[in-house]
């Protein structure tokens, strides 16, 4: 008996171990790579952190300024329409809800008196001033891919910021994920708080894009699926996941889920405008990263990111393959049998005038459905939410805009809209039900936003 | 200086390519017939013809224009379809206030143009974006199917 007890304690423990194992192998998101690394100090390929040679001889809060945005760390740190880097931006989680924090000099209620050394921390370790540990909500787990200089360049941009006196927002997070002490557990296993070692096997290009895609624009807090633990599972890197609301899409070579049909230019165009004819546009949270980080980094630095995308392992995700070809000019062709009439209804007044009942816009390509992700995902998660929260970007190439609808439609119309849509576009329908809807909203809730359409 | 193509004539617009066609049309070439409502395409009161397609004026930029000829409320008049439309207008007194007549009559026309006999649910599929505030709906439908009997 005893026996069978010391064997089952010892299949236990082995599971638990490779599980940890498993876990922990996860964490390295460049292992796909195999390759090399060596210390950036001993690599031989040129500068592949830092600003770019166009920027090399800039002072320090102009080379900060270009690598804040490189980093994001704008989007999380506002909230909308609010004073940037102020904070107060949620984020809706399980187990509740966290605020970002103002991270303008202000010096009660900001980071005015951050040290060198305690803004390091905080970037690469998750250590605030005050020794309290932050959630990872903050990416400092990837932000621990950065130089120092990098990091205290874009801490030197900040410390020209006017003060804002923002106190932070009080987190309503559920026990024990309140107690922030447990995060060192958290640490301890998925944060190995290493800077970034370039792969000597691949091209200086790749390992550019390697840094600016890991180290500063941290894409695979969003992109890439999260363990149990909620840290990020590099096993499916990049292979899409659920945050904040939306959809972040799988981004690796598979064909049909990923970006492996995409051209370079393709890539190129929806990182540096958030649009690509045939694909569609960013919004949302990729609308805020393109508009606050991606649009502002110089060619060669998104040619690097694509040539390191394109070097992403195919994961397929379970979206079905786009449908490429318009729908039928008519309302009464194309899917009729699974057409839900309410959202026939509520397209014909509220959308067809823009969105056409092909797909294909007269207006604008920005438009246009046929192609795009959101309504070839049968799930009509970014769907739903772009009807709710509208579009309003400012790009170089003008305004792309959709208004808002949430405020006016009741959750059930929200849904049927779009389950039409997906069916009618897509390759295969929705069934959000209100409650679905009502749900996506309280993950992207924000504080309510009032911006009103332009009138006048 | 852009090129456009307005109710077939060629006219020379200096307007910044991301001004809605709207403004354009009303500031700059004087054709005020086409009205100004929401500003957002949830009202269909602005409609024009773009490329032969009802298309709301004010979301639409006049860089985004291109070759595609555009026909407004003045003169679609001057087409088979328009000419109808604007008869049967007049013989089932239409309008009550009138301000979303010209877009109604725009996208009743494009809808004669690309199906001729609409039953009511083609009519509801293409005007449902046209709002009356004056609830004119049940003559507007009727005038449409007496429009699309005379074009038979």
Redesign the interface.
């Known amino acids: 008996m005893k026996k069978l007890i010391g064997i089952g304690v010892a299949v236990i423990v082995a599971v638990a171990l490779g599980f940890a194992g498993w876990l922990f192998l996860g964490r390295d998101p460049m292992s796909f790579a195999g390759g090399a690394p060596v210390a950036l100090e001993d690599y031989k390929g040129g500068n592949i952190t830092g600003v770019p040679a166009q920027l090399a001889g800039a002072d320090l809060v102009k080379r900060g300024a270009y690598l804040i945005h490189a980093a994001d760390c704008q989007a999380c740190h506002t909230t909308p329409g609010g004073v940037p880097f102020a904070g107060g931006f949620a984020f809706n989680m399980p187990f509740g809800t966290l605020y970002s924090t103002n991270i303008t000099p202000d010096k009660q209620t900001g980071i005015g008196n951050y040290t060198d050394a305690q803004f390091l921390a905080a970037v690469h370790k998750g250590i605030r001033a005050d020794g309290e540990k932050l959630y990872p909500a903050m990416p400092y787990a990837s932000y621990a891919l950065m130089t120092d200089a990098d990091a205290l360049a874009i801490k030197a941009y900040l410390f020209t910021l006017a003060p804002v006196r923002a106190p932070p927002k009080q987190d309503q997070l559920s026990w024990p994920f309140n107690q922030r002490a447990l995060l060192a557990l958290w640490n301890g296993a998925f944060n190995p708080d290493e800077r970034f070692r370039p792969d000597t096997g691949q091209s200086p290009q790749w390992n550019r894009g390697a840094y600016l895609a890991e180290a500063m624009g941290h894409c695979g807090e969003c992109h890439t699926p999260r363990n149990p633990a909620f840290a990020l599972d590099n096993h499916r890197k990049f292979a899409g996941a659920l945050t904040a609301g939306w959809r972040a899409y799988n981004i690796t070579s598979d064909k049909a889920s990923g970006l492996g049909d995409w051209t370079d230019e393709d890539i190129y165009l929806y990182l540096s405008t958030g649009h690509a004819n045939g694909h569609g546009g960013s919004a949302g949270p990729m609308g805020e990263a393109t508009d606050n980080s991606l649009s502002y980094l110089v060619p060669d630095d998104v040619h690097a990111l694509v040539t390191y995308l394109r070097s992403i392992p195919a994961h397929a995700s379970d979206l079905p393959r786009t449908v490429t070809t318009p729908a039928p000019?008519?309302?009464?062709e194309g899917l009729v049998a699974e057409a839900d009439p309410r959202g026939?209804?509520i397209f014909?007044?509220?959308c067809?005038?823009?969105h056409?009942?092909t797909g294909v816009s007269?207006?604008?390509g920005y438009a246009t459905l046929t192609g795009v992700r959101a309504v070839n995902d049968p799930n009509a998660t970014n769907v739903a939410q772009t009807v709710i929260n509208g579009v309003a970007r400012k790009t170089s190439q003008?305004?792309i805009?959709m208004?808002a609808f949430g405020e006016g439609y009741s959750d059930d119309d929200i849904a049927a809209v779009a389950n039409y849509v997906t069916a009618r576009f897509g390759a295969k329908g929705a069934h959000l039900t209100g409650g679905d809807v009502a749900d996506l909203r309280k993950q992207a809730s924000q504080k309510p936003n009032s911006q009103e359409?332009?009138?006048? | 200086m852009l090129t456009l193509t307005i109710n077939g004539q060629s006219r020379e617009v200096d307007a910044p390519e991301d001004m809605p066609l709207l403004w354009v049309l009303r500031d700059h070439l004087g054709l005020v017939g086409t009205k100004y409502g929401c500003g957002i395409a949830q009202c269909g009161v602005c409609t024009v013809h773009v490329g032969g397609k009802p298309v709301r004026s004010c979301q639409l930029t006049v860089g985004d224009v291109g070759t595609r000829a555009v026909v407004t409320i003045e003169a679609v008049g001057n087409t088979p379809h328009g000419a109808k439309v604007q008869q049967a207008w007049m013989e089932a007194a239409v309008p009550q206030c009138g301000y979303c007549q010209a877009g109604q009559i725009m996208s009743a026309t494009a809808l004669l143009d690309s199906n001729p006999n609409p039953d009511d649910s083609d009519i509801d599929a293409a005007m449902a974006g046209n709002l009356c505030r004056c609830g004119t709906y049940i003559r507007i439908r009727r005038a449409i199917k007496n429009a699309a009997a005379k074009s038979a």
Do not use: Q, R
Request: glycine fraction near 12%.
């Open positions: 000019a008519s309302h009464k026939e209804k014909a007044g509220a067809a005038s823009c056409d009942w007269p207006v604008t003008g305004k805009f208004p359409a332009p009138h006048g």
